[in-house]
């Protein structure tokens, strides 16, 4: 079991800083037997979704409380995503700005689901305790158009 404390809020992976940033304690978390508790005392801001995948325990990302501790996906990224036995408990922490776009459509095909803007399970375990989610979205992509009506789209 370790406890391993975030002490960079940027989304940098950089093994030399002697600092530790959310997406390196995960990789730690996951790569390391048993129960791990990741401590944040500060918003972590993504570049990129954290995803959480299959592990040897729980993943726990314990904050200080919702207004100062948590995840940001500014605007332009979903925050995390865990699928495949992945499981993890956040608590007393907040979800912040995320945001999930679906994938265009294509011909006459529609869009693509855009899911989980701070969220997306997918086969995993997840535990929330004391968790804000604060203006996170998730948007459909948009639907594709069909050469032989002359890229209309078919609603008229």
Known sequence: ??????????????????????REA???A????????????????????????????????QGNGANTSGFSGQNRTQIITVHHQGTATFSNLGFYNGYAYGGDGQKSGGGGLGAGGALFINRGDVTVD?????????VGGNGGFNLQDGGRGGNE
């Open 26 to 28: 995960v990789t730690q």
């Open 130 to 138: 004391r968790v804000s989610f604060v203006a996170n979205r998730a």
């Open 30 to 61: 996951i790569n390391s037997f048993g129960d791990d508790t990741i401590n944040l005392n500060g918003i972590a801001q993504l570049n990129q979704s954290i995803v959480i995948t299959a592990n040897s325990g729980r993943i726990t990302f």
């Open 1 to 22: 079991m370790a406890i391993l404390t975030v002490t960079r809020f940027d989304d940098v992976v950089d093994p030399n800083d002697g600092q530790l940033s959310l």
